[in-house]
């Protein structure tokens, strides 16, 4: 079962804020109990140090040390006096602060004894290792010793073992601190949950606005629009949705008109024919001559057409063959200017054409050629006579430019984007000639379609002539599309 994305990014938040509080709050009580025992150790090296030095004071009186073997008493004694409180015996001795310590409690009130019960951790020792007062000696090891000296001399030592796990007062304080900490974990975990979720629903729904277009895009509506909300990434998203959306719309609209233009192309020519054979078959007219000829004109017409036709479908499919060979580029394209030459002088236009030097390229010429055939038989057709058609092409690093100009009448600025559109003819601005044969209206999309599979370039713009001017950017050594 697949969840959705609010809850697959609920549990993912949710999850790494848990591990999170889970991993801060371990580190947390670990470094706490680790911290609070390092606190222990530290107060008991002090003690210890103060607590040598009071023994010392003691032992400089009697470096043998039979004040504290021979009296059971004496480790009380010594311990109420490094407390800080003044008992009856007590041997003299300077004040717990005088001896490196801070000193204890207030003024006229005897300060308390110190927390971790040291009486039943120490032992004294003589400097056999023998055990002269404390703490009886147990088999673990002590934390930490202090060697007693008089004149530089060892007479004793001092032993302090460790302290067992906190209780009382200690066993308290960290009870308190883990307490707070596994609430705060619960209380972090709980609102993060609930920041989780409120996030996940706050992602999804652009998301889930995605969803509903793309499936009524599926359906074949084009008029929803997304507002682009979310992070970036999603609103960039929505956008693009946006202009795949336009593009499907523009698409669909041209497909519609593309069929209806297909076939009133093919509707003409036919009726034609059709009205000249039923002619000839009710003998209202003869088989003549002139007859044969315009259904000749006719049938190479319909021929035309759907040969325009397969070449255009074959390139928007990736088929278009090209068979690419080294060649004279400027021959190739005089060749085609010189034959085209004569028909403009017979509509009367003048074509000038300024041929650059000789120019080794890798094309399929068969192609240039028909590209040639394209664009000088479009600007022909729709130049007005008298007129002027200017072709000229030079090289230019490793692309030959070739650009072919002509007079008025010209297209309109939004006409220029559909110039190669197939089927579209810009009538209301370039008229035909009267008497001209009927182009197929594909003839410029199949120039588009040959300079892509040569890698070049096609562009339309207004001329300063007044009429159109079309620029070819070829490649010399152009390859095979892949």
């Known amino acids: 079962m697949r969840l959705r ?12 804020v848990v591990l999170a509080v889970l991993a801060v709050g371990g580190l947390s009580m670990w470094n706490l109990r680790s911290g609070f025992i390092d606190y222990l150790r530290q107060r008991d090296e002090e003690q210890l140090t103060r607590l040598m030095q009071l023994v010392e004071r003691h032992a400089a009186t009697d470096p043998s040390m039979a004040w504290i073997g021979n009296d059971p008493d004496a480790m009380r004694r010594l311990m109420d006096e490094f407390n800080g409180r003044d008992t009856s015996g007590r041997r003299p001795g300077p004040p717990p602060h005088a001896l490196g310590g801070p000193p204890f409690g207030k003024p006229g009130r ?7 019960g040291l009486p039943e951790r120490v032992s004294i020792l003589d400097a056999q290792g023998r055990w002269l007062a404390g703490a009886p000696l147990l088999a673990a090891a002590p934390r930490a010793v202090r060697a007693i000296k008089v004149n530089g001399v060892e007479v004793a030592r001092i032993e302090l073992r460790e302290e067992p796990d906190p209780e009382g007062v200690d066993a308290r304080f960290l009870q308190r601190q883990y307490t707070g900490l596994a609430v705060a974990a619960l209380c972090t975990i709980a609102a993060a949950l609930l920041v989780a979720f409120w996030v996940a629903g706050r992602w999804s729904r652009p998301l889930l606005a995605l969803q509903r277009a793309s499936r009524d895009i599926a359906q074949g509506q084009r008029n929803a629009r997304l507002q682009p909300t979310g992070a970036l990434e999603i609103a960039q998203l929505m956008e693009d949705v946006n202009t795949m959306t336009d593009e499907l719309a523009r698409l669909e609209k041209a497909r519609r008109l593309w069929i209806a233009q297909i076939s009133h192309e093919l509707r003409t020519p036919l009726a034609v024919l059709r009205g000249e054979i039923e002619s000839i078959e009710d003998g209202a007219r003869q088989p003549t001559p002139e007859v044969m000829a315009s259904l000749r004109d006719e049938v190479l017409q319909l021929t035309r057409l759907v040969n325009d036709l397969h070449t255009l479908s074959m390139a928007e499919l990736g088929g278009l063959r090209c068979e690419f060979q080294p060649g004279d580029a400027s021959a190739a394209l005089l060749r085609v200017a010189q034959r085209f030459a004569p028909r403009a002088g017979q509509r009367g236009l003048r074509l000038d054409i300024a041929p650059a030097p000789a120019i080794t390229a890798c094309w399929d010429f068969g192609r240039i050629e028909q590209l040639m055939n394209n664009l000088l038989d479009n600007s022909l057709r729709y130049t007005a006579a008298p007129g002027r058609l200017v072709l000229r092409w030079r090289q230019v690093g490793q692309l030959l430019e070739l650009t072919l100009e002509d007079t008025a009448p010209g297209v309109t600025p939004e006409q220029l984007p559909q110039l190669f559109d197939p089927l579209f003819r810009a009538d209301a601005a370039r008229q035909r000639r009267g008497g001209e044969p009927h182009g197929s209206g594909l003839g410029l999309s ?37």
């Open 5 to 16: 994305i609010a809850h697959q990014l609920s549990l993912l938040l949710a999850a790494a």
């Open 446 to 482: 199949i120039a588009q379609a040959i300079v892509h599979a040569h890698r070049g370039r096609i562009e339309a713009s207004a001329s300063a002539l007044g009429g159109l001017s079309i620029r070819v950017s070829l490649p010399l050594q152009a390859t095979k599309t892949s």
């Open 110 to 116: 005897p300060p308390p004894p110190p927390p971790g």
